[in-house]
């Protein structure tokens, strides 16, 4: 079981098997994720090869850290098994 915390708050935890690692990055399925500590944010990217990447802002306690969940809700064919899943960086930590 991995766990993604923030300021010592459980983000999102899922079973090893239904975590999927892309480019060193773990992305949650949508299911293990507690949307209360995720506000969707403005900003957008594009990857080549997933396509285009929306974020969100994890909120905790009232601190906010910008930008530091993102998804691909469509993703190109060559990534579509992390339809909505969700990365984190930025001090999100990823324990077992």
């Not at 079981?1 to 949650?28: C, H, P």
């Not at 969100?56 to 990534?79: E, F, H, K, R």
Request: charged share 25%.
């Amino acid at each position: 079981m991995k766990r993604a915390t923030w300021n010592g708050t459980v983000i999102a935890s899922a079973a090893d098997d239904e975590i999927k690692m892309v480019e060193g990055n773990l992305y949650f399925p949508p299911h293990a994720l507690k949307l209360d500590y995720l506000k969707p944010s403005e900003k957008v990217s594009t990857c080549g090869w997933k396509g285009e990447a929306h974020y969100y802002d994890v909120v905790v306690d009232g601190q906010t850290n910008a930008d530091a969940a993102w998804y691909y809700a469509t993703p190109l064919d060559a990534a579509r098994e992390i339809a909505g899943h969700v990365a984190f960086w930025r001090g999100v930590r990823i324990e077992d």
